[in-house]
């Protein structure tokens, strides 16, 4: 999600952002293009594809506009007209249809366009994490309509990790600890993670914008009556007694909640969720139930949805998106310092 101080957009980003039909009702843009990342100079960033994310209310309108537009974005689906497009869109991975390695005013892009109903969906419960997990972490808003539940959802989502986040961790912890958490939830269980992306993504995001993780999470932080907040010491500590583990519990998203009961709950026996909670809630390795259920949605979604970009971004595209992953996963193994034999 974004924050005030990141909402004043580049010329860069506006001037993109106005090749596209303007009838969006949130469009952001992220990643190691926009931010900076640990091991990123200024002058690659400059270098780095730009990654956006289109949320529109009516997606047959918007992709008919589009591809009148900027025909050239898309793959040999194209033929299949705007229709068949953002039927493969709603109906099938993460609710998103992605145009990879597009020229766009001197840079390379990728975006992805959701609509905001789906979007609303993600934020709230959780269904897929797939864009919700982009807006756990800082991103720079370029434009926003004035649709008051997607605004209280984009809240919700950042609390939900919050609380997601306080369940994983021991009770005193640090803020880069905390934000660390909050980074890697929608990473835990992606396939990418093993083949594809950098291993020490999560660090990377997290150790050049402290800053801007601040400013997404502290009015959050001091109103939660769950945690104490030390901001000048960096320092919090959060309730891990039973009590304080199922209201954190009962505030988790809808999908995670039924993830968690999957994984407790034997088959056929059928409790009220409830019930399966405050079992949880009692158990020593309730952090690791809460783990093994978010990456069992992302393990999904990031599955499925990696499978049609195959199809929306075509084959020569996906191979050298994929060939550029991988040098990057190099290049970040090769950064990290060797550890010493220990005789």
């Given at each position: 999600m974004?924050?005030?101080?990141?909402?004043?957009?580049?010329?860069?980003?506006?001037?993109?952002?106005?090749?596209?039909?303007?009838?969006?009702?949130?469009?952001?843009?992220?990643?190691?293009?926009?931010?900076r990342q640990q091991g990123t100079s200024q002058g690659q960033m400059g270098k780095n594809m730009l990654d956006f994310v289109f949320?529109?209310?009516?997606?047959?309108?918007?992709?008919?506009?589009?591809?009148?537009?900027?025909r050239t974005h898309y793959s040999i689906l194209k033929l299949l007209g705007p229709k068949k497009i953002s039927s493969l869109q709603s109906d099938h991975g993460a609710g998103v249809y992605y145009n990879t390695l597009v020229p766009v005013d001197g840079r390379v892009i990728k975006y992805g366009v959701i609509s905001t109903d789906s979007l609303i969906e993600d934020l709230m419960h959780w269904n897929t994490l797939y864009i919700a997990g982009r807006l756990h972490k800082p991103v720079?808003?370029?434009?926003?309509?004035?649709?008051?539940?997607?605004?209280?959802?984009?809240?919700g989502n950042l609390k939900s990790a919050v609380t997601a986040s306080f369940l994983m961790l021991p009770e005193s912890f640090s803020e880069e600890d905390l934000f660390l958490q909050i980074a890697g939830l929608s990473y835990a269980g992606d396939f990418r993670m093993v083949i594809g992306e950098d291993k020490s993504k999560v660090a990377n995001i997290v150790q050049d914008n402290v800053q801007h993780f601040r400013i997404l999470y502290t009015n959050i932080l001091q109103d939660c009556p769950q945690v104490v907040y030390k901001p000048q010491q960096g320092k919090l500590e959060v309730d891990k007694s039973p009590e304080g583990q199922f209201v954190q519990l009962m505030a988790l998203p809808r999908t995670l909640q039924q993830r968690i009961t999957r994984l407790v709950d034997p088959p056929g026996k059928n409790r009220d969720v409830e019930e399966i909670l405050l079992q949880v809630a009692q158990d020593p390795d309730c952090g690791a139930v809460v783990q093994q259920a978010i990456s069992s949605i992302v393990k999904s979604s990031s599955i499925t949805q990696s499978a049609k970009c195959i199809a929306t971004?075509?084959?020569?595209k996906t191979v050298s998106y994929s060939a550029k992953k991988l040098v990057k996963m190099w290049r970040g193994w090769r950064r990290k310092p060797s550890v010493p034999e220990v005789s």
């Open positions: 974004t924050v005030p101080a990141l909402q004043s957009a580049g010329v860069v980003y506006r001037r993109i952002l106005s090749q596209f039909p303007q009838d969006i009702s949130l469009a952001f843009a992220y990643g190691s293009g926009v931010f949320a529109v209310d009516d997606p047959v309108t918007w992709h008919t506009m589009n591809l009148l537009q900027n720079k808003m370029l434009a926003q309509s004035d649709n008051s539940k997607l605004r209280a959802a984009l809240v971004a075509g084959m020569w």
